[in-house]
Each structure stands twice: as structure tokens, then as C-alpha cells.
T-cell receptor, first 112, second 114 residues
Framework: GNSVTQMEGPVTLSEEAFLTINCTYTATGYPSLFWYVQYPGEGLQLLLKATKADDKGSNKGFEATYRKETTSFHLEKGSVQVSDSAVYFCALRNTGFQKLVFGTGTRLLVSP | NAGVTQTPKFQVLKTGQSMTLQCAQDMNHEYMSWYRQDPGMGLRLIHYSVGAGITDQGEVPNGYNVSRSTTEDFPLRLLSAAPSQTSVYFC?????????????FGPGTRLTVL
């Protein structure tokens, strides 16, 4: 079946530090991959996506590259800000299907 | 353009009570879905709909009913609430053909069942 595994949090960083949140997946076929962000008290928002191998999704300084050989989609940012504190969810959707499969989420805490 | 709206934001029920969580979207999306979010388990799909009059079960459908009489609305019904249904519930709608592009999430309903 399809599944997504994320690193456990919380991830605690100081402002301007480098961020990596690991995500690996198991899927049949060729899924699309997503990162969603959930700010406190809010719903999920799409942060970035990649639809095929070697694609790089990017948005707001965050990046993730679809690595088929390692079945990974790790989220990175070169310099985090306090405002990036949130929960980050990795997700996949298989070709032709609408259903999203989510990881368990990783909480990021950034201190000044 | 309000996006996806959910009501209520908070609700406390007693075991055995019934209620309906409301979800509406004004983006003319065909695809809508309900998730529940529990600590350490991410989001799990309860029910989904690919258009008015069409619904299907997700990963955790037991104890929940849905209907889709219009494109805009997708209510979630709890027939007899149980403490195991204490959770945060998110409604989402999808753009693109069959919802295959971005999915937009509502702000959530926090439900406590005593």
C-alpha cells in the first residue's frame, strides 16, 4: 500500500539555521509528492509539490526534490525564521487518484 | 471568495449524541473530502466525494455518514458520538480535473466527545 514516513519532531532551531525535514514514501506507480504546512490554529496549506522524478518544488525559500531512487522528498530551507514555526506534513497522491496519503507531521519550532 | 469554510469551530458532545459538521466551498470544486487529525497519526481520510450525488469511503469511515446534494456543501454526520471520535476534523476541496491539482483545506472543527 501507499505510505509516507516523516522524521519525528519537534525540530528545534535557532533563527537563520538550516532546516531539513526528512520524508520517505512507499507507493505503487508514480505518485505526486507534496509538502503541506499547518500554522497554529489553522488548516493545512500547500507549500510545494513535485509531480515526477527529479522535479524540484519550491516556495517561500523552501525546497524539496523528488528522488525516485531513494523514494524521498526531503524538505529544506537555508535560513529559517520564527514565522516558519508550524507543523509540516509530507503527502503523496497516486496517479489518477484524488486521495492524499499523509505522514504524521513534523513540528518545527524556531527561536529568535 | 471565502474558500473552504467549516462550522462550528469547536463542539463538545456527550456520548451517544448526534451532530453534523458543516463544510462549504465557493470555488466550484468537484472533489471534496473529510479528514480527521489525531496526535501522532497525521490526517486520515474519512469520506470523499467526486461530485454531487457521489460519495465514497476513505480509510476510517465507521461512525460517520456523508451526503453531497450540491457542489458547494459536504456535511459530515456523526450518528452516535463516541469518545474515540474526539479529534480535529478538516474538510478539503480539490481543484483541477477530478481534484488532481491542489487541495484546499478549511480551518477545522475541534470536537470533544465526553
Amino acid at each position: 500500500g501507499n505510505s509516507v514516513t516523516q522524521m519525528e519532531g519537534p525540530v528545534t532551531l535557532s533563527e537563520e539555521a538550516f532546516l531539513t525535514i526528512n520524508c520517505t514514501y512507499t507507493a505503487t506507480g508514480y505518485p505526486s509528492l507534496f509538502w503541506y504546512v499547518q500554522y497554529p490554529g489553522e488548516g493545512l496549506q500547500l507549500l510545494l509539490k513535485a509531480t515526477k522524478a527529479d522535479d524540484k518544488g519550491s516556495n517561500k525559500g523552501f525546497e524539496a526534490t523528488y528522488r525516485k531512487e531513494t523514494t524521498s522528498f526531503h524538505l529544506e530551507k537555508g535560513s529559517v525564521q520564527v514565522s516558519d514555526s508550524a507543523v509540516y506534513f509530507c503527502a503523496l497522491r497516486n496517479t489518477g487518484f484524488q486521495k492524499l496519503v499523509f505522514g504524521t507531521g513534523t513540528r518545527l519550532l524556531v527561536s529568535p | 471568495n471565502a474558500g473552504v469554510t467549516q462550522t462550528p469551530k469547536f463542539q463538545v458532545l456527550k456520548t451517544g449524541q448526534s451532530m453534523t459538521l458543516q463544510c462549504a466551498q465557493d470555488m466550484n470544486h468537484e472533489y471534496m473530502s473529510w479528514y480527521r487529525q489525531d496526535p501522532g497519526m497525521g490526517l486520515r481520510l474519512i469520506h470523499y466525494s467526486v461530485g454531487a450525488g457521489i460519495t465514497d469511503q476513505g480509510e476510517v469511515p465507521n461512525g460517520y455518514n456523508v451526503s453531497r446534494s450540491t457542489t458547494e456543501d459536504f456535511p459530515l454526520r456523526l450518528l452516535s458520538a463516541a469518545p474515540s471520535q474526539t479529534s480535529v476534523y478538516f474538510c478539503a476541496s480539490g481543484s483541477g480535473q477530478g481534484g488532481l491539482d491542489e487541495q484546499f483545506f478549511g480551518p477545522g472543527t475541534r470536537l470533544t466527545v465526553l
